[in-house]
């Protein structure tokens, strides 16, 4: 496979598109979408945030060492965007793209009611990245919609329907069709090498 070098750049997908929720000293709520965001460690389970650190977002997390991470779905796209290219400093951005809060079950900043999957966090360690902030965060709760789950009580991760970006483009994606099982089909590989 011939290749092209980018060099040293962002260009790496798909990614996660989240919007993280947080709240000001006064308690005021704040949407920011991010797509560098992600789950780094099983035991205990962590996630990390990349924030650049003149954001409100930056300010309300290490102010109140809180936030939630909220899965976007496909069809809040365009609401997605608008809180990405939108400043909390200056736009009431619920009012704004008609998405509603809810409260979360352990940490004092509330969830998006159209994500599929909240996810609750505690602050526990910020790395220096330059303009940039990487914030390691203890996964609290996680919120999983009702509508996900089937009659025999598994996931249907369909019925999530997650938006990816695609940063080197700068688009915005669903998912395609399932097209293994993790920890399972690979074995066929293995053959009786185990």
């Not at 602050?123 to 789950?149: F, K, M, N, P, T």
Request: aromatic share 6%; glycine share 8%.
């Amino acid at each position: 496979m011939q290749k092209r070098q980018l060099g040293p750049c962002v260009t790496y997908f798909p990614q996660p598109t989240s919007i993280i929720t947080s709240t000001d000293i006064s308690g005021t709520a704040n949407l920011m979408t991010a797509s560098w965001v992600g789950i780094v460690s099983k035991t205990p389970p962590t996630m990390a945030v990349s924030l650049n650190k003149g954001r409100k977002t930056y300010k309300n997390i290490t102010q109140s060492g809180e936030f939630v991470v909220n899965m976007v779905p496909a069809s809040l796209a365009v609401e997605a965007d608008y809180c990405g290219i939108r400043s909390g400093h200056r736009d009431d951005k619920l009012e704004e793209t008609g998405l509603s809060l809810e409260p979360a079950e352990i940490v004092k900043v509330p969830m998006l009611v159209e994500s599929p999957l909240n996810v609750e966090c505690r602050l526990s360690q910020e790395i220096d990245l330059g303009d940039y902030r990487l914030l390691i965060a203890e996964v609290l709760q996680i919120h999983a919609a009702e509508s996900a789950y089937t009659l025999d009580e598994k996931i249907d991760v369909r019925r999530f329907d997650p938006l990816v970006y695609l940063g080197g483009v700068r688009e915005y994606w669903d998912l395609g069709n399932k097209r293994a099982d993790a920890y399972s089909d690979g074995k066929r590989l293995i053959g009786g090498k185990e």
